[in-house]
């Protein structure tokens, strides 16, 4: 990397750092480069954009947040469109869209989302709800979710999304296989 500061090159440095977000401290790694002749210090885009993402995965897992692609797998699952599950939960229009794409939601809207992974959880949520939907919506929601139900979605320990029962949340929920009850559920600590 060329620096911005004087014609030389630029050497790319880590270096341990402490950041507030939303009133707590978290540690990360933070990288950026330091010009080879001032030894004035400058980052990219894409570096600052890793840098938050670090910051952003403590806080999802301190607090069982799911990350954007376990969101948009939740919502794949039961085959309904951004629009849809974001009137469902209650949200803006957009908002849903934006966790999706990164933003990160509060503990209790990341708590939700992880929940809702579970399909009778997901079904309790629209049954509380049944008055917002005409009948004809009611069914045709119940149904996607009987139909997301056959599909399940595991984050194995490596962070990898895999078809099978969900544990990516670790330590927060592990969701059943299809021929246990709700009531044998079994929350982590």
């Given amino acids: 990397m060329r620096s911005p500061f004087a014609d030389c090159e630029a050497t790319l440095m880590h270096e341990e750092k402490k950041v507030e977000f939303r009133k707590e401290t978290f540690s990360y790694i933070e990288s950026f480069y330091r010009c080879n002749i001032t030894g004035l210090d400058f980052t990219t885009t894409e570096l600052d954009d890793a840098n938050i ?11 069982g947040i799911p990350s954007p692609a376990e ?10 469109s951004a629009t849809k599950m974001s009137e469902i939960l209650g949200l803006g229009v957009n908002q849903y869209r934006l966790y999706e794409k990164g933003e990160m939601p509060s503990q209790s809207t990341g708590k939700m989302l992880a929940l809702i992974a579970d399909p009778k959880v997901f079904k309790s ?4 709800s049944r008055n917002q939907y005409t009948e004809k919506e009611y ?7 009987d139909r997301g139900n056959s599909k399940s979605i595991e ?23 299809n021929n246990i009850t709700f009531d044998n559920y079994a929350y982590g600590s």
Avoid at 125 to 128: L, R, S
């Fill in 71 to 80: 969101i948009t797998a939740i919502r794949e699952k039961y085959g309904l």
């Fill in 155 to 177: 984050k194995d320990w490596n962070g990898d999304l895999q078809t099978g029962l969900l544990s990516g949340f670790a330590n927060y929920l592990v969701a059943p296989q």
């Fill in 139 to 145: 069914r045709a929601l119940m149904i996607k979710i």
């Fill in 125 to 128: 949520i629209i049954k509380h």
């Fill in 53 to 63: 993402a670090q910051v952003y995965e403590r806080y999802r897992e301190k607090y």
